[in-house]
């Protein structure tokens, strides 16, 4: 026996009656409605088939629930077909390549790179490959083409691969062929000098200027040149500095707060939708991972980690001030030195005290290599 | 559903339900006269007369039936 349900109407007949023939049928229904000369309701199958027999404008509206939806299909298998197709072509069409464009002008890396995409699987008119593949055939060309490629990536734009690459320029040792003097880099005063070639025009304890000669290439004997050599040398000199520092009394920090909100959100398209953890907030340094990107789905899930920070304002006293501005200057002087270089001496030439900063003025003495080597040119004889 | 269990599970003789819309009977034993004024059914020895204004029997079922439209007032004959 069917006990499916459905939905029937009888059409300009007496509600009354109808009424009256359900009843001495013994035949039970719900959800009946008068509409438009029509009563509507719902009764099984079996009692649908057994009222025809007593109404000729009976008509059967609707099948319901599982068998309503079998009806359905059956009824528009047709276009469902064509629906489920047209998606389905679609769907292999758009993970197809197409296209492959290599971004560089060198024909032969260009060669070279077409070569290992088509070992992989990358070549028009097959399949995409998933985040995951693309990641693992880019490490494996840049590992086995270090010496040539300095960086590589491989993009998908629609049914196109662009591969944009930087080449990499290994530079040729220079070889020196032509001959040097060694020469001041900055105005100083000489305090250590080494001559290991070359002949010292410049002792210690003498003042030189940039540029000046300190250890020449040129051999001479008898006042006249009779050989040229590479000067070489070291020349430790004092130079001199001034720095000038301002410190305001009130000055703000930034601070982690140690807190980390994890934002999740579906990218479409370039656009953002969240699925959890929205936070917005200027105080951040934000963390991007991509945590599904598929070829075959329209979207990709990514993650942001924001690391929050907060304002701090301090203020300080002016004798703090003054202690910070003596330390900044000189952090600003020894970030320029190296291990053997040091300050000698320093001393406060100004302080201008503001009601809101001070600013002072410190001479430095630096103990500094001075010296640097210069090409001679040839002279030109007529 | 809930009002189903409630029943099954508490198994009244019968309850005649007052709603905003209409009147829902449950366990009655036979329904005697309809039309759009007047309804007459009977419940154990008890006859239910219920007056009104444009009443349809909406649901009918074994064991309940329901009564949408103006109910203006019920009459119980033992």
Do not use: C, Q
Not at chain 1, 36 to 59: G, M, S
């Amino acid at each position: 026996m069917n006990n499916k349900l459905v939905l029937v109407s009888i059409t300009d007949e007496e509600y009354l009656n109808i009424i009256k023939v359900l009843l001495r049928l013994d035949i039970y229904y719900s959800e009946l409605n008068i509409k438009d000369n029509k009563v509507y309701f719902k009764v099984n199958y079996e009692d649908y088939k057994n009222l025809k027999k007593y109404f000729t404008n009976i008509k059967l509206e609707k099948r319901l629930g599982l068998d309503g939806i079998i009806s359905f299909i059956k009824k528009h298998y047709i276009i469902l077909i064509s629906f489920i197709i047209t998606y389905g072509i679609l769907l292999l069409l758009s993970n197809v390549i197409f296209d492959i464009e290599i971004v560089t002008n060198n024909n032969e890396l260009k060669r070279i790179i077409n070569l290992y995409l088509e070992e992989n699987g990358i070549e028009k008119n097959k399949f995409m490959k998933s985040y995951d593949e693309l990641e693992i055939i880019k490490k494996k060309i840049l590992e086995e083409n270090k010496d040539t490629i300095e960086w590589l990536e491989i993009e998908r734009v629609g049914t196109k691969y662009i591969v944009n690459l930087t080449e990499r320029v290994i530079n040729e040792e220079k070889i020196e062929t032509s001959k040097r003097d060694l020469v001041a880099k900055k105005d100083a005063l000489i305090l250590y000098l080494i001559n290991k070639n070359g002949t010292s025009i410049k002792e210690v304890n003498e003042l030189v200027k940039k540029g000046d000669i300190i250890i020449t290439g040129d051999i001479i004997k008898n006042e006249e040149v009779v050989d040229r050599v590479d000067a070489k040398g070291e020349v430790y000199g004092e130079v001199w500095y001034t720095v000038n520092t301002t410190v305001p009394y009130k000055h703000i920090d930034y601070v982690k707060t140690g807190e980390i909100v994890n934002h999740i959100y579906l990218d479409i398209f370039g656009k953002k939708f969240t699925l959890m953890g929205k936070y917005d907030t200027k105080n951040e340094i934000v963390t991007t991972k991509v945590l599904l990107d598929k070829p075959y789905l329209f979207f990709k899930v990514v993650k942001e980690e924001k690391e929050l920070y907060e304002y701090v304002t301090h203020t300080v006293t002016y004798e703090e001030a003054y202690e910070e501005a003596l330390k900044r200057s000189e952090r600003v002087i020894n970030e320029k030195l190296s291990s053997d270089e040091y300050i000698i001496d320093k001393k406060v030439l100004k302080i201008n005290k503001y009601s809101s900063k001070i600013e002072i003025e410190i001479f430095y003495k630096v103990y500094e290599n001075i010296g640097e080597y210069r090409e001679v040119t040839p002279e030109v004889v007529n | 559903m809930l009002n189903n269990i409630s029943t099954y599970l508490k198994n009244e003789e019968y309850r005649v339900t007052f709603l905003k819309y209409g009147l829902h009977v449950l366990n009655y034993k036979s329904l005697i006269d309809i039309n759009t004024n007047m309804i007459i059914f009977k419940i154990d020895n008890k006859l239910f007369k219920v007056n009104g204004k444009n009443m349809i029997l909406k649901k009918m079922d074994k064991k309940e039936f329901l009564i949408n439209g103006k109910i203006e007032s019920v009459v119980i004959n033992e």
